[in-house]
């Protein structure tokens, strides 16, 4: 099956803690994208690339890093300089002819 | 102004009523658009790609694009409680970011 996904689907961090959210597409798309989504509130884009071992800055990219060693996987660290990390985190990828983006089924990471 | 803007709603309908959802955006040289249905507590799912002005169909959901007025609208046909979800509105600039609107939240009243 063709798809996005993301793991862990809950996480859990303590506060000064870095950690990690995996992302993984096979659907053969060059670009790929990291939103996070606080509750009653719209996508905001944290980094996004369009090749591998390229990527940009978002709107809201302090405290979080990214790397697309490979095509298929674009983690996301959250460090420990993102002062309030809790949130819905969605990877999104995006097809070359159309334009269209699929979104993996997301992380939700609390800061205890 | 907002790259994207949508009205937050809430919008109720009856269940079997026409549903419509709005959006705005703000860069004139857009070449593409798409609603999404994000469930609550889950992603969002992409519904609708509409890319040339005029109506798009697809089963009970019609795509409505102006690109003279930059507006881009979704109709929902028959609405059901099924329907019930936030619709978000999105808009690519040139640089291949998305612009995303905050989302108009239906609920279908059975």
């Known amino acids: 099956d063709g798809g996005i996904t993301q793991s862990p689907k809950y996480l859990f961090r303590k506060e000064g803690q870095n950690v990690t959210l995996s992302c993984e597409q096979n659907l053969n798309h060059d670009a790929m994208y990291w939103y996070r989504q606080d509750p009653g509130q719209g996508l905001r884009l944290i980094y996004y690339?369009?090749?591998?071992?390229?990527?940009q800055k978002g709107d809201i990219a302090e405290g979080y890093s990214v790397s697309r060693e490979k095509k298929e996987s674009f983690p996301l660290t959250v460090t420990s300089a993102q002062k309030n990390p809790t949130a819905f985190y969605l990877c999104?990828?995006?097809?070359?002819?159309?334009?269209?983006?699929?979104f993996g089924p997301g992380t939700r990471l609390t800061v205890l | 102004q907002k790259e994207v803007e949508q009205n937050s709603g809430p919008l109720s309908v009856p269940e079997g009523a026409i549903a419509s959802l709005n959006c705005t955006y703000s860069?004139?040289?857009?070449?593409?658009f798409f609603w999404y249905r994000q469930y609550s507590g889950k992603s969002p799912e992409l519904i609708m790609s509409i890319y040339s002005n005029g109506d798009k169909e697809d089963g009970r959901f019609t795509a409505q694009l102006n690109k003279a007025s930059q507006y881009v609208s979704l109709l929902i046909r028959d609405s059901q409680p099924s329907d019930s979800a936030t619709y978000l509105c999105?808009?690519?600039?040139?640089?291949?970011?998305?612009?995303f609107g905050t989302g108009t939240s239906l609920t279908v009243i059975p």
């Open positions: 999105a808009v690519p600039n040139t640089g291949n970011q998305f612009y």
């Open positions: 999104a990828s995006r097809t070359g002819f159309y334009n269209e983006q699929f």
């Open positions: 690339s369009q090749i591998v071992n390229d990527f």
């Open positions: 860069d004139r040289v857009s070449q593409s």
